[in-house]
């Protein structure tokens, strides 16, 4: 029988010393969605406080917009803790 050498991963018969990339197995497609989701909410968020003339209904807009803005912090760090690169470069940080 012959012996493995170098630390092959035995799954794959990759050398220990070329990197892995792993991200397709850490892919969350219901963390995208939700970004997609909290992005939306914020365009529709900015178009309804452009046509809002109440100023209660505008204090509610900027309110919505902060709690928002927090969820899509929250969504992107939750992001980049996994390593999700391909979905950090697809959902840019907004202004």
Do not use: W
Not at 44 to 68: H, P
């Amino acid at each position: 029988m012959l012996e493995r050498t170098h630390n092959q991963n035995p799954q794959t018969l990759l050398s220990a010393r070329i990197p892995r990339d792993t991200e397709h197995e850490r892919y969350h497609p219901e963390l995208e969605e939700e970004l997609k989701e909290c992005l939306f909410c914020l365009k529709r968020n900015e178009m309804m406080f452009d046509m809002e003339v109440d100023t209660d209904l505008i204090e509610q807009r900027i309110y919505e917009r902060q709690a928002l803005l927090c969820r899509y912090r929250y969504l992107l760090a939750r992001a980049r803790e996994l390593g999700l690169h391909t979905v950090l470069t697809k959902y840019q940080p907004i202004g």
